[in-house]
Structures are given as structure tokens and as C-alpha cells.
């Protein structure tokens, strides 16, 4: 695995790749890598030439200063992982390379990205996030780009400024990576003492819950939405949102008809945790039709 710092040295490493026709791609990542980023890296291996693995924790997407210098970050155990996970090349840029003095673009969508987690960090959260996949997706120049869904509301945004851009890079989105327990993996998580990593799970329980009631038939919402939160409740957790919506643009639904995205955001001590799930109900049994005589 080759380490480049700086955009320039990047695209000398993949030129020769670029004009064999390879096929690139990307694993955006902020470090503190774990089994989720890991499986990401895989995923890319196994259907890539080369495998770039970008690490770089972008300020502009924090609402919070406290947030991003407390932001884990492990650079030379990153690379190890990554290398191990199958990465061909670790750029790891700097703020400065990333944001030179003069900088002045951002890459705003509207709709998506107003709601959720956009509501709750702030309008530029998403800006940010959009901004700095635009600048990684030009710099790398991949055909393919790996997202978790761990993130769902990311990997929506991105899918959508992609096809708005014509980027001609194909998003893949991959599932969540959970503990043992059920609990996502997130870069976050150690920042949890024990007795909240013990509290966190209820997140997993809620999504969980609603999805029993699904399957079992429920079509309202709020039926489902007040179980859930019940089971946050018992927890001590007041979600900053709980809520079902369609899986493709994040309208909340009002009846539940089809598959839905149940997402879950709340703060278990400091930390702040979100995971979702996409739920489909059972399909309702064919009734008895009889035929004429
Ligand atoms: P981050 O470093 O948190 O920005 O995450 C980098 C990428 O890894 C994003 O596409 C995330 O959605 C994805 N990711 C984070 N946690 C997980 C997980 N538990 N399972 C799968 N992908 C994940």
C-alpha cells in the first residue's frame, strides 16, 4: 500500500492504473477505522483494480468544535488496517491540501438534506459533506464509490449530488456492521463508558421493535413510533428523532404500505449515536378467491 498526502502525488500514483483502464475505488473515510470501514474496503477489493482509501476528519462538516477535536484519530493504526483490509493506496491529505487559502465553493443540495440529520447539526453539516465527497470523487476519479449505510441519509445525499453533477462514478451503498449485540459500529462508540454501551443498544431494540410490528401488519406509524420510543424510554434515551420514512427521498409516511426507513438518532451520555433500518412489511396473505362455476 502506497501513503500520498497531496492531490498531485495521488493522481501520478493512479495515472498508470487510469490509462490501463483499470477500475478504481473509493472508500471515503474519516479514520478511526473499524469492522464497518473495513468491510467497505473489502467490498472495493473484491470488485476493484485498485483501491483508493481517503482518510481525512473534514472540519466543515462539524457543527461542533468540541465534536471535531475530540474526533478519534489514529492515523498509523488506520493504515495498518487498511493496508490488511486490502487498500492499494492511503491519502490522507491535510486540511490545507484539502481547503487552500482562497477556497470558496460549496456543493449544496436542497431537499434531503434539510431534515434529520441535517435538522439537527445544522444546515451546513450536509453542505460540508457534499462539498468534500465532490472534491474527493474529482480528485480520485473512481468508478465506483463504497458508503454504509450506517449513514443512510449520506449515502442519499450522495447518490443524489452524483447523478445531479454528472459524476461518472457509481455509488454503492453496503450494509451496516454491527457488534455482536447488535450495536452499529461507529467511530464514536469509544467514547461510550460501559454503562452507556449497555444504554445504546437500545437503539438497535426500537429499530427492532418496529420492525416486529411491521412484519406483523401494523400500518400506523404512530403505533409503531410510540412502541419504539418506549423502548428508548425505558433506557433513559430521548430520541432527537425517531421517525419511518420512504426509503428513497425521507418523507415520513403516514400509512405504512411498503418498505420503510426507520432512522434513530439520540445522545447515550455525550455521545451521539444514530443507526437505522429499512423495514418491508409481510406481504399480505392472497385472499381466497373463488372461481365461478
Ligand atoms: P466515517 O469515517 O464515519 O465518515 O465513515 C466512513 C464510511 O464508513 C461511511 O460511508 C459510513 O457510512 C461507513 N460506515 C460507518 N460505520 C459503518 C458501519 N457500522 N457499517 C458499515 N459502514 C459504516
Redesign the pocket.
Known amino acids: 500500500m502506497r501513503s500520498v498526502t497531496t492531490v498531485a502525488d495521488l493522481r501520478r500514483t493512479l495515472e498508470p492504473s487510469r490509462r490501463g483502464g483499470d477500475r478504481i475505488g473509493l472508500?471515503?473515510?474519516?479514520?478511526?477505522?473499524?469492522?464497518?470501514?473495513l468491510?467497505?474496503i473489502a467490498r472495493a477489493r473484491a470488485s476493484c483494480d485498485v483501491v483508493v482509501v481517503s482518510l481525512f476528519v473534514n472540519p466543515t462538516q462539524f457543527n461542533d468544535g468540541a465534536d471535531l477535536a475530540a474526533y478519534p484519530r489514529s492515523i498509523d493504526r488506520d493504515a495498518e488496517l487498511a493496508r490488511g483490509a486490502g487498500a492499494d493506496i492511503l491519502f490522507a491529505p491535510t486540511v490545507a491540501e484539502v481547503y487552500p487559502a482562497g477556497f470558496r465553493t460549496t456543493v449544496s443540495l436542497s431537499g434531503l438534506t434539510e431534515v434529520l440529520e441535517g435538522a439537527q447539526r445544522g444546515r451546513g453539516h450536509f453542505d460540508g459533506v457534499s462539498t468534500v465527497v465532490t472534491k474527493l470523487l474529482n480528485m480520485v476519479g473512481p468508478d465506483v464509490a463504497?458508503?454504509?449505510?450506517?449513514?443512510a441519509q449520506?449515502?442519499l445525499v450522495v447518490a443524489a449530488l452524483v447523478r445531479d453533477l454528472n459524476i461518472p462514478t457509481t455509488i454503492e451503498t453496503?450494509?451496516?456492521?454491527?457488534e455482536a449485540d447488535g450495536l452499529?459500529?461507529?467511530?464514536r462508540n469509544v467514547h461510550l463508558s460501559p454503562t452507556d454501551r449497555e444504554r445504546a443498544l437500545a437503539l438497535q431494540r426500537a429499530l427492532h421493535v418496529a420492525d416486529e410490528l411491521i412484519s406483523a401488519g401494523e400500518h400506523r406509524p404512530e403505533i409503531v413510533l410510540d412502541a419504539a420510543r418506549a423502548v428508548l424510554g425505558r433506557a433513559g434515551l430521548e430520541p432527537e428523532y425517531l421517525v419511518l420514512t420512504r426509503p428513497d427521498d425521507l418523507v415520513p409516511v403516514t400509512r405504512i404500505d411498503g418498505p420503510v426507513l426507520a432512522l434513530v438518532a439520540a445522545r447515550v451520555g455525550q455521545t451521539r449515536l444514530i443507526d437505522n433500518r429499512l423495514i418491508t412489511p409481510a406481504p399480505r396473505p392472497n385472499r381466497q378467491v373463488t372461481a365461478p362455476c
Not at 146 to 151: H, L, S, Y
Open positions: 472508500v471515503p473515510t474519516m479514520g478511526a477505522l473499524h469492522a464497518g470501514h468491510s467497505l463504497f458508503f454504509g449505510q450506517k449513514d449520506q449515502a453496503c450494509p451496516t456492521v454491527r452499529a459500529l461507529s467511530s
